[in-house]
């Protein structure tokens, strides 16, 4: 009988090896799904953007390899954002997306924020449904996407949150 796959989260440093290959193997993603509107429609990712207080980047391993990625991103006092989430595709359908967005809401809690927000693309339909899935609803755009068409912004209220 084979064992189920071993999925371990760690906090790492954003600017490292393992953090920069999955970063860009994300931004490769996005060109292939959004190549008709042009390089300048995605925001590079800043490390600096969650190297501050209360910001995090957390990498999955699954079976010791390298396979997913997401970030945790101040808004203000009360709110953080989720962002630069990336499973690779050999680690799909494994639970590693599931594993990263469960780990930053746990961060983010510790940290004492009370919302987590997000923004994906309407591309991804696999990703609304892992949002979707844990509980974040749809809400009014935000940030440097909120203008973008393909756009879609998700919120959640943590435990002890605003109702």
């Known amino acids: 009988m084979k064992s189920a796959p071993v999925i ?3 906090l ?29 429609t995605f925001d590079a990712f800043l490390p600096e953007d969650v190297l501050v207080p209360r910001g995090a980047f ?8 390298p396979a997913g990625c997401g970030a945790l991103r101040p808004i203000d006092a009360e709110a953080a954002e989720i962002n630069r989430m990336y499973v690779e595709p050999i680690a799909r359908r494994k639970g590693v997306g599931r594993a990263i967005l469960a780990e930053l809401e746990r961060v983010a809690s510790g940290f004492g924020y009370q919302i987590l927000r997000l923004e994906t ?5 696999e990703a609304i449904a892992l949002y979707e899935g844990h509980g974040f609803r749809r809400t009014a755009a935000f940030g440097a996407h909120s203008s973008d068409p ?7 209220i943590l435990k002890g949150g605003p109702r």
């Open 8 to 10: 371990d989260l760690t």
């Open 12 to 40: 790492i440093d954003p600017r490292g090896e393992i953090a920069v290959k999955l970063m860009r193997a994300l931004a490769e993603q996005e060109a292939r799904l959004y190549h008709d509107l042009g390089a300048d």
């Open 58 to 65: 957390v990498l999955a391993r699954l079976d010791g390899e």
């Open 121 to 125: 693309g309407n591309r991804q339909p």
């Open 150 to 156: 393909v756009s879609l912004f998700f919120e959640k």
